[in-house]
């Protein structure tokens, strides 16, 4: 089992940028495929982002894709989201997820075992 804490979100304005940081403890970090999901009030978590193990693959959906890189270093036990360009449509509670072992992409939140509390991210106009 992994326990994950996000960290990072605040309020930016439209243009601006943040990292994200989730920070995982419990179990050998690099044995997890990582990913992040974001949240707005009355809609489904949806996919922002994934990770392979080592950090070799990655994806990202279409509406983030060029704006926002997500990465990993398995030697300090945390992943990151680096957040450009943001955009009032990026407000929304941003989780840290992550399954054991190695995954193909997986944009359903269903398919995802550990989360951690969510950060907050409001971007203003």
């Known amino acids: 089992q992994v326990q994950l804490v996000e960290s990072g979100g605040g309020l930016v304005q439209a243009g601006g940028s943040l990292r994200l940081s989730c920070a995982a403890s419990?179990?050998?970090?690099?044995?997890?495929?990582v990913g992040w999901f974001r949240q707005v009030p009355g809609k489904e978590r949806a996919f922002v982002a994934q990770?392979?193990?080592?950090?070799?693959?990655?994806y990202y959906a279409d509406s983030v894709k060029g704006r926002f890189m997500i990465s990993r270093d398995n030697a300090k036990n945390t992943g990151y989201l680096q957040m450009n360009n943001l955009k009032p449509d990026d407000t929304a509670v941003y989780y840290c997820?992550?399954?054991?072992?190695?995954?193909?992409?997986?944009?359903?939140?269903?398919?995802?075992?550990?989360w951690g509390q969510g950060t907050q991210v409001t971007v203003s106009s």
């Open positions: 990770i392979s193990r080592s950090g070799g693959s990655t």
């Open positions: 419990g179990r050998t970090f690099s044995g997890y495929t």
């Open positions: 997820t992550a399954r054991e072992g190695f995954s193909y992409r997986i944009e359903s939140p269903g398919g995802w075992v550990y």
